[in-house]
C-alpha cells in the first residue's frame, strides 16, 4: 500500500509517522503541503500544529494548496487518516463531522491513556477486538470534540464512533470534556478516519507500548 504523509508548517509528526508505517512494510512519502497532486492508497494527516495553530487548530491549513487533493481523493473513495491536528484538519474540511474545543481543564495534556474500541467493523481497527482496551498515547491542547446530539446519534447508530477515552478497565474516562468520551470515529462510508491518540508513538514496547501497531496493520489486512 502506497502511503502519502502531508506535511504542513507547524506539522512535527511527519517522521515519526513515516518510520511508524515503513515500519510494517507500507511505502510512504512525505509530501509538501504546497503540492496540488496525490498519488496514493492512503493519505494520512499527521499531528503537530499546523500554522501555529493561529485563529484555532487547523484553521489556516485547509486554505493550503493540498487539500483540493484531499478532498478529491475523497471523493474517489480513497482512504484517509487524520491523527491529532490532522483530525482537526478533516473536521475543518468537513469530510469529518463535528469540530473540537479547548480541553475542558485549559491544559495541554501529554500522556498516555487508555481507549476503549466500540467497533471494529471498519479497516481502520480490523485487527482489533471490539470492546478491547488499547493504551496509546495523547497530546493536545484541543481534543474536546463535540457534535451536536441529531449527528451523534446518527453516528451512533451508523457505527462511526470507534474509539472512546477509558480506564484501564474499561470504564469509560474522560480527560478533555470529549461528548460522549469519544477519541475516535469515521465517515458513514468508513474510509475516512479520524483519532486524537497518536498510534504512530506506540509502536514498541521500549518506547511505552506497542498498541498503535495494531491500528497501523488495519490497512495493509
Known amino acids: 500500500m502506497k502511503v502519502a504523509i502531508l506535511d504542513f508548517p507547524g506539522t512535527n509528526c511527519q517522521n515519526d509517522t513515516k518510520f511508524a508505517f515503513e515500519n510494517l512494510g507500507y511505502k510512504c512519502e512525505i509530501i509538501w503541503h504546497k503540492i496540488e497532486k496525490i498519488e ?3 493519505v494520512i494527516l499527521p499531528g503537530g500544529f499546523s500554522y501555529g495553530d493561529y485563529l ?4 489556516i491549513a485547509k486554505f493550503s494548496p493540498i487539500m483540493n487533493a484531499v478532498i478529491n481523493h475523497a471523493k474517489k473513495g480513497g ?3 487524520g491523527i491529532c ?3 482537526q484538519m478533516l473536521l475543518e474540511l468537513n469530510l469529518l463531522k463535528g469540530a473540537m474545543n479547548k480541553n475542558i481543564n485549559l491544559n495541554f495534556i501529554s500522556k498516555y491513556h487508555h481507549l476503549k474500541v466500540i467497533s471494529n467493523n471498519n479497516k481502520f481497527l480490523s485487527q ?3 470492546d478491547e482496551i488499547l493504551n496509546i498515547p495523547i497530546a493536545h491542547g484541543e481534543g474536546n470534540y463535540f457534535v451536536d446530539e441529531n449527528t451523534l446519534k446518527f453516528m451512533q447508530d451508523n457505527d462511526q464512533i470507534l474509539l472512546k477515552y477509558c480506564d484501564k478497565d ?3 474516562k474522560n480527560p478533555n470534556g470529549s461528548v460522549d468520551y469519544i477519541a475516535g470515529i469515521c465517515d458513514e462510508n468508513k474510509k475516512i478516519f479520524g483519532l486524537m491518540p497518536h498510534p504512530e508513538r506506540a509502536i514498541d514496547k521500549i518506547l511505552g507500548g506497542d498498541d498503535g501497531v495494531k491500528i497501523i496493520k488495519g490497512f495493509i489486512c
Open 40 to 42: 496514493a492508497d492512503l
Open 170 to 172: 474499561g470504564n469509560f
Open 85 to 87: 491536528n490532522g483530525f
Open 56 to 59: 484555532r487548530t487547523a484553521a
Open 79 to 81: 482512504y484517509i487518516l
Open 128 to 130: 482489533c477486538k471490539k
